[in-house]
């Protein structure tokens, strides 16, 4: 053989892909076709829009990559490859390219890699990994700017602590405070956090109460403050204080404190007032106060949206938004009926229990009532509170469950040994159907009440499904009725009907087979998590999946509700109802190339399960 030849085999062989195929005789007919290329530092290689026939592997030299808008995206170096993609898409390119540094390609041409990709899986097996890395480096471009969903909460801090002592009075207190123009004091003891008292301990603990003034301060405060660390994220503060109905946490490093962040802190950082939104929810006595309220809530998706925050933070506020109506509601309702005979927990199931809500979405909820439970006694008061609960947060935009699985509906309304009875029989005796049906009962998570209950359920739920492999199998069987929308060629398979007819729908063919598929693995492992990214964390940390598949299923599962999350903001804003539906051709091309790299792994990921738990059914 040429020289030359071989120089460019022995190259080209101690890189992936070519080092998996070395022994192909193809490779020697490919490499007499190679043309050589120099290219000067600067000058575009695959130029912006340009058509691209060729697959380039990098001798030496270095290549940058950039978007449409002219933005880097990743950078190259020697032995790697690119031009693929587009040669995988019939020579359109979405991506530029040009040398940063002088540089010598091989240009292979475009038929013998897609002779190769067709014919060897080692070869083709390379570039679907290469797919999941571009929806990595997809995600973190989407991600990069910093914005308060983003941003450390260190830097939301404008002065060091204020503090005194746990001994001063209420008045050197409010001196102090009145000294320093802030709202919220921090109270120690030999410089360690005890307490906090902001103006409104102020007023309502002590003026209101008529304390004397020489009241030691420790009196009123806050005991045990709600804290966080000061490599936690601005998000994570917006989240607690909706949490926890606060207005000021105190921030520590090292155990220390550093200062205070405020809502007025992060109102200047421009937040979406999902914090005050809740705050003012708590606040109304009458169900048309919740009602003039729940108006307000598409406002705050948009804003949330339009600060780039991640569909986590998203699904985090809404449902902290929506179990905030259940709790004012279950509240007003014990007003009109009564304090509750028997301890209950109210229950949300699905979306809501994960976590994970959007702005369009209906109820699903159950009562645990406690083991005390009486029907003769005690069913009255319980119907009349679920019917009255369920009525009115449909008043409030969270729309009846079409399949009644809602507290109103008496099978729902159960004492917990009957909860146990119900899956322990779904557990031990699976029936595929019933169990697509009910697979919503496994995300279950109390959200007022006596939250033991739930918590004695959710420990009874997982030591059932370890215990019966069978179980996981008809799970996993039900993981794989949704298929994502792909067909032959990566081309979108459009499902809807009517004024859908274009459409397909993206929470039930993209994110249901995720939620599925994550359910079934975090039962195998015993996680006790609700919230889909934390099983996911929990199922990587378990070693249930081969490395990587874990982060490729979190990166998935992102992309597909970003997606989703925006084509309901644009629906918003175009006057119309937002729903699951979206038509591929409004679609910009960078999101229809990386929904259908997301779609592809969600394929994998149901091989993968089909096989992982194909053992014998009970």
């Known amino acids: 053989m040429d020289v030359e030849l071989t120089e460019i085999l022995e190259a080209l062989c101690q890189h992936a892909p070519f080092n998996e195929i070395a022994d192909d005789p193809?490779?020697?007919?490919?490499?007499?076709?190679?043309?050589?290329?120099?290219?000067?530092?600067?000058?575009?290689?695959?130029?912006?829009?340009?058509?691209?026939?060729?697959?380039?592997?990098?001798?030496s030299g270095?290549?940058?990559?950039?978007?449409?808008?002219?933005?880097?995206?990743?950078?190259?170096?020697?032995?790697?490859?690119?031009?693929?993609?587009?040669?995988?898409?019939?020579?359109?390119?979405?991506?530029?390219?040009?040398?940063?540094?002088?540089?010598?390609?091989?240009?292979?041409?475009?038929?013998?890699?897609?002779?190769?990709?067709?014919?060897?899986?080692?070869?083709?097996?390379?570039?679907?990994?290469?797919?999941?890395a571009r929806l990595r480096a997809a995600m973190d471009a989407q991600n990069s700017d910093v914005s308060l969903m983003t941003c450390p909460v260190v830097s939301l801090l404008r002065r060091p602590p204020i503090s005194t002592q746990m001994d001063s009075s209420i008045r050197i207190a409010a001196q102090i405070m009145a000294e320093h123009r802030v709202s919220s004091l921090l109270i120690t003891d030999n410089d360690e956090l005890i307490g906090i008292v902001t103006d409104r301990d102020l007023r309502t603990r002590a003026v209101a109460e008529g304390l004397a003034y020489d009241t030691p301060v420790s009196d009123i405060m806050t005991r045990d403050p709600v804290v966080m660390d000061s490599g936690d994220y601005a998000s994570e503060a917006v989240l607690k204080m909706m949490e926890r109905n606060v207005h000021h946490i105190p921030i520590v490093k090292n155990g220390l404190p550093i200062g205070v962040v405020s809502t007025g802190d992060l109102i200047q950082k421009e937040s979406h007032g999902s914090v005050y939104l809740i705050s003012d929810i708590y606040k109304q006595t009458s169900i048309e106060g919740l009602k003039s309220?729940?108006?307000?809530?598409?406002?705050?998706?948009?804003?949330?949206?339009?600060?780039?925050?991640?569909?986590?933070?998203?699904?985090?506020?809404?449902?902290?938004?929506?179990?905030?109506?259940?709790?004012?509601?279950?509240?007003?309702?014990?007003?009109?009926?009564?304090?509750?005979?028997?301890?209950?927990?109210?229950?949300?199931?699905?979306?809501?229990?994960?976590?994970?809500?959007?702005?369009?979405?209906?109820?699903?909820?159950a009562l645990i009532l406690s083991d005390q439970y009486d029907k003769t006694l005690h069913g009255e008061y319980f119907e009349n509170l679920a019917d009255w609960v369920c009525k009115h947060l449909d008043d409030c935009g969270y729309d009846l469950c079409s399949?009644?699985?809602?507290?109103?509906?008496?099978?729902?309304?159960?004492?917990?040994k009957v909860w146990k009875q119900h899956f322990s029989e779904w557990i031990q005796q699976p029936k595929a159907e019933a169990l697509l049906r009910l697979s919503i009962f496994f995300d279950l998570r109390g959200v007022y009440g006596d939250k033991t209950l739930a918590k004695q359920l959710n420990q009874h739920i997982r030591a059932e499904a370890q215990q019966h492999a069978g179980f996981l199998t008809f799970m996993a069987r039900n993981a794989n009725q949704r298929k994502p929308p792909l067909g032959f060629f990566r081309q979108f398979v459009l499902d809807g009907e009517g004024k859908q007819s274009r459409t397909f729908n993206l929470k039930e063919r993209g994110i249901a087979p995720i939620i599925d598929i994550v359910r079934v693995h975090a039962l195998a492992c015993g996680s006790d998590k609700l919230n889909t990214l934390e099983r996911i964390e929990d199922i990587e940390a378990a070693g249930l999946l081969p490395d990587g598949r874990a982060k490729d299923l979190a990166l998935a599962l992102e992309m597909i509700g970003m997606v989703r999350i925006r084509n309901q903001k644009d629906q918003i804003e175009a006057g119309e109802e937002p729903n699951n539906h979206v038509n591929p051709e409004h679609l910009s091309s960078f999101e229809k190339r990386h929904l259908r790299d997301a779609f592809h792994i969600v394929s994998r990921q149901q091989e993968f399960i089909k096989f992982r738990f194909a053992g014998k059914r009970n």
């Open 403 to 416: 399949g009644d699985i809602m507290a109103s509906n008496p099978r729902w309304r159960q004492p917990l």
């Open 26 to 59: 193809q490779l020697n007919d490919m490499a007499k076709e190679i043309e050589i290329q120099y290219v000067r530092a600067g000058e575009w290689v695959i130029a912006p829009s340009a058509l691209n026939n060729t697959l380039f592997f990098i001798r």
């Open 62 to 132: 270095a290549i940058e990559v950039l978007s449409k808008e002219e933005k880097l995206i990743r950078r190259m170096n020697e032995g790697e490859i690119f031009g693929y993609a587009s040669l995988l898409r019939g020579g359109k390119s979405s991506q530029s390219m040009r040398t940063i540094e002088d540089s010598l390609l091989y240009r292979i041409p475009a038929r013998w890699f897609l002779k190769l990709h067709a014919e060897n899986d080692n070869f083709s097996d390379f570039f679907q990994l290469a797919r999941e």
């Open 293 to 365: 309220i729940s108006r307000k809530m598409t406002h705050t998706f948009t804003q949330l949206v339009l600060a780039d925050a991640n569909t986590q933070m998203i699904g985090n506020a809404m449902s902290h938004i929506g179990t905030a109506f259940v709790k004012r509601l279950l509240q007003l309702a014990e007003e009109k009926y009564g304090p509750p005979p028997v301890p209950y927990c109210f229950i949300a199931l699905g979306s809501q229990a994960r976590e994970e809500q959007t702005i369009k979405t209906d109820q699903d909820n």
